[in-house]
Protein backbone atom coordinates (compact mmCIF):
# COMPACT_ATOMS: atom_id res chain seq x y z
CA UNK A 1 0.00 0.00 0.00
CA UNK A 2 1.20 3.55 -1.33
CA UNK A 3 0.42 6.83 -2.82
CA UNK A 4 -0.55 4.92 -5.92
CA UNK A 5 -2.91 2.26 -4.37
CA UNK A 6 -4.54 5.22 -2.23
CA UNK A 7 -4.68 7.03 -5.46
CA UNK A 8 -6.92 4.02 -7.04
CA UNK A 9 -9.01 3.42 -3.76
CA UNK A 10 -10.38 7.17 -4.54
CA UNK A 11 -11.04 6.43 -8.08
CA UNK A 12 -8.32 7.41 -9.91
CA UNK A 13 -6.64 5.24 -13.08
CA UNK A 14 -2.88 5.13 -12.55
CA UNK A 15 -1.31 4.64 -15.67
CA UNK A 16 2.22 4.90 -14.19
CA UNK A 17 4.13 5.80 -11.16
CA UNK A 18 7.60 6.47 -10.23
CA UNK A 19 9.69 7.40 -7.12
CA UNK A 20 13.01 9.27 -7.46
CA UNK A 21 15.74 9.26 -5.21
CA UNK A 22 16.31 13.63 -5.45
CA UNK A 23 16.53 15.81 -2.88
CA UNK A 24 13.10 15.53 -1.15
CA UNK A 25 12.07 12.08 -2.31
CA UNK A 26 9.92 13.02 -5.24
CA UNK A 27 7.54 10.66 -7.23
CA UNK A 28 5.00 11.71 -10.08
CA UNK A 29 1.94 9.41 -11.46
CA UNK A 30 0.16 9.28 -14.50
CA UNK A 31 -3.48 9.44 -13.61
CA UNK A 32 -6.77 9.72 -14.94
CA UNK A 33 -9.50 11.36 -12.74
CA UNK A 34 -12.64 12.17 -13.02
CA UNK A 35 -12.14 12.01 -16.91
CA UNK A 36 -9.13 15.15 -16.41
CA UNK A 37 -5.48 12.57 -17.68
CA UNK A 38 -2.22 13.96 -16.51
CA UNK A 39 0.37 14.07 -13.48
CA UNK A 40 0.15 14.55 -9.76
CA UNK A 41 3.28 15.00 -7.69
CA UNK A 42 4.19 13.83 -4.07
CA UNK A 43 6.96 13.69 -1.87
CA UNK A 44 7.94 10.89 0.31
CA UNK A 45 10.50 12.81 2.04
CA UNK A 46 14.04 10.97 3.74
CA UNK A 47 12.57 9.38 6.49
CA UNK A 48 9.13 7.59 7.86
CA UNK A 49 8.51 11.12 9.61
CA UNK A 50 8.84 13.00 6.90
CA UNK A 51 6.93 10.66 4.45
CA UNK A 52 3.38 11.85 4.93
CA UNK A 53 2.05 7.95 4.15
CA UNK A 54 3.99 6.00 6.70
CA UNK A 55 3.66 9.37 9.17
CA UNK A 56 -0.41 8.77 9.04
CA UNK A 57 -1.11 5.03 8.36
CA UNK A 58 2.44 3.43 9.69
CA UNK A 59 1.18 2.86 13.65
CA UNK A 60 -2.20 1.93 12.52
CA UNK A 61 -2.58 -1.96 13.34
CA UNK A 62 -5.85 -3.92 13.18
CA UNK A 63 -6.66 -7.60 13.00
CA UNK A 64 -9.93 -9.67 12.29
CA UNK A 65 -9.56 -13.56 13.92
CA UNK A 66 -5.90 -13.29 14.20
CA UNK A 67 -5.11 -11.87 10.88
CA UNK A 68 -3.78 -8.97 10.47
CA UNK A 69 -5.99 -6.94 7.92
CA UNK A 70 -4.09 -3.86 7.87
CA UNK A 71 -1.17 -2.64 10.10
CA UNK A 72 2.31 -0.37 9.38
CA UNK A 73 2.85 -0.50 5.54
CA UNK A 74 1.15 -3.73 5.19
CA UNK A 75 -2.56 -3.59 4.05
CA UNK A 76 -4.42 -6.45 3.07
CA UNK A 77 -7.39 -4.21 1.25
CA UNK A 78 -10.09 -6.78 2.41
CA UNK A 79 -11.76 -4.32 4.15
CA UNK A 80 -14.68 -5.53 6.55
CA UNK A 81 -18.05 -3.87 5.71
CA UNK A 82 -19.15 -4.67 9.22
CA UNK A 83 -16.39 -3.68 10.67
CA UNK A 84 -15.92 0.13 11.90
CA UNK A 85 -12.67 0.32 12.61
CA UNK A 86 -11.77 -1.60 8.65
CA UNK A 87 -14.44 1.30 7.17
CA UNK A 88 -12.70 4.45 9.20
CA UNK A 89 -9.32 3.40 8.12
CA UNK A 90 -10.26 2.97 4.10
CA UNK A 91 -12.26 6.26 4.48
CA UNK A 92 -8.99 7.57 5.66
CA UNK A 93 -7.07 5.89 3.11
CA UNK A 94 -9.41 6.56 0.03
CA UNK A 95 -9.29 10.68 1.62
CA UNK A 96 -5.57 10.57 1.71
CA UNK A 97 -5.13 9.80 -2.33
CA UNK A 98 -7.59 12.16 -3.29
CA UNK A 99 -5.14 15.25 -1.59
CA UNK A 100 -2.77 14.50 -4.74
CA UNK A 101 -5.56 14.15 -7.33
CA UNK A 102 -6.84 18.00 -6.81
CA UNK A 103 -4.24 19.79 -8.83
CA UNK A 104 -3.86 17.33 -11.43
CA UNK A 105 -0.85 19.02 -14.16
CA UNK A 106 -0.35 18.72 -17.84
CA UNK A 107 2.86 16.83 -19.43
CA UNK A 108 4.33 20.96 -19.95
CA UNK A 109 3.13 21.87 -15.96
CA UNK A 110 4.74 18.39 -15.08
CA UNK A 111 7.97 19.07 -16.88
CA UNK A 112 8.46 22.71 -15.66
CA UNK A 113 7.93 21.37 -12.08
CA UNK A 114 10.57 18.46 -12.34
CA UNK A 115 12.65 21.12 -13.71
CA UNK A 116 12.43 23.87 -10.76
CA UNK A 117 16.10 22.36 -9.50
CA UNK A 118 17.36 20.85 -12.43
CA UNK A 119 20.57 22.94 -11.78
CA UNK A 120 21.32 20.73 -8.43
CA UNK A 121 19.04 17.96 -7.96
CA UNK A 122 20.93 15.09 -9.59
CA UNK A 123 17.47 13.06 -10.60
CA UNK A 124 15.33 16.58 -12.12
CA UNK A 125 16.76 15.32 -15.59
CA UNK A 126 15.35 11.67 -14.77
CA UNK A 127 12.36 13.22 -13.64
CA UNK A 128 11.91 15.62 -16.73
CA UNK A 129 13.02 12.47 -19.14
CA UNK A 130 10.36 9.98 -17.46
CA UNK A 131 7.53 12.74 -17.76
CA UNK A 132 8.35 13.38 -21.39
CA UNK A 133 8.46 9.39 -22.17
CA UNK A 134 5.22 8.41 -20.36
Known amino acids: MGYSNTMEMAG ?3 HDYKAFGSY ?3 WYAK ?7 GYVQGS ?7 DAFQSEFESVVHYHDGEQ ?6 VNEEFKEDCKECLNT ?3 LI ?14 QAI ?23
Open 12 to 14: AIV
Open 24 to 26: QGD
Open 31 to 37: VTYKGVT
Open 44 to 50: YGSCSVC
Open 69 to 74: IWGGLY
Open 90 to 92: KER
Open 95 to 108: AFGERYLDGIMTKE
Open 112 to 134: ENASKNIAWDMEAKEMVEWIKNS
